[in-house]
DNA sequence: GCAGTTATTGCGACTTGTTGCAATAAGTTG
DNA sequence: CAACTTATTGCAACAAGTCGCAATAACTGC
């Protein structure tokens, strides 16, 4: 396990339990099981996987139910990746949060702090958005695949 | 039919053919639905039954193809809206190309060609992302959602 | 216009994601 | 700590989306 990784699933536990959410076993086990992985992308595959293993069973349901539950209060976010299917990924206190894919190849990457920044301040010009847990994904193609094809 | 639309549907088959790519009747036929509902987001369910319904039986498969084909060209975007599933939506030669989505109420706004200019020259400063064709998505809270829970 | 090449289609089987509902258990109150 | 309230679960049926493969039909060049 990460180092710290116990005390942040006891502080999103709190969180929870402030925005009024019940702390479930199922909601237990998936929190840490993002957390012992918040580096990587999760596919659902193997997130069900871990869940059906280590309950007695988790339902289908249940995981995808708290999974949006999760990315509604912005501790996770999920993406479409062509070729890859849909990803799941923690961001809650993370300084970035933002992803640039490929729509080409697919191929994605982090944004650095810098662009993150000025993308908020310019949001700052926009009212009736929240700055707060921002996610932002930008959709284009990558050097590589425009040189293979230039007019995408 | 919206005027000036023919025009665009055959610039679009013309910039299939410029792809590479072949223009069958499935995807006239979508380019063509997808254009003349430019200014909506579709459902999969009422694209399907359209093109169920004009061709002897499209097949689901071969939709989702094309819509991932032309995604992958940027004359399309698809985005998963909270409540209501994935929606695709025309892009192609729009100046605005991002939207603004509240991970609570799922609610989305199209945004301000002022506030789309600036995050295109932020985007300058990263190397290897093109501007052109360029979609970006935000999620966090409206004001609406940010007052009813202040945490958000 | 015909033959050849190969992208695209349709099909079937499968995986992923959603929804309504009754049963359960988390948090709360006295 | 027992009773209460209601969010969350598991289930089952369904809808949405994916994939491999053989058949088809766009485009190319002659």
Chains 1, 2 share one sequence.
């Not at 190849?105 to 010009?125: M, Q, T």
């Amino acid at each position: 396990m990460i180092p710290g990784a116990m005390k942040k699933h006891q502080d999103l536990l709190a969180f929870l339990r402030s925005q009024k959410m019940r702390v479930t076993p199922p909601r237990r086990l998936l929190l840490q099981f993002i957390l012992d992985h918040s580096n990587r992308r999760l596919s659902i595959r193997e997130i069900q996987e871990f869940m059906g293993a280590q309950l007695r069973k988790a339902d289908r349901s249940s995981v995808y139910r708290n999974l949006e539950t999760f990315e509604r209060l912005g501790i996770i976010q999920s993406l479409s990746f062509p070729g890859e299917g849909r990803r799941y990924q923690y961001v809650f206190d993370r300084k970035v949060r933002h992803f640039y894919i490929c729509r080409s190849c697919g191929k994605a990457n982090r944004g650095d702090e810098r662009l993150f920044r000025r993308v908020e301040a310019a949001l700052k010009d926009i009212h009736g958005f929240a700055k707060a847990n921002l996610s932002v994904v930008f959709y284009g193609a990558c050097s590589k695949c425009r040189k293979n094809s230039p007019t995408a």
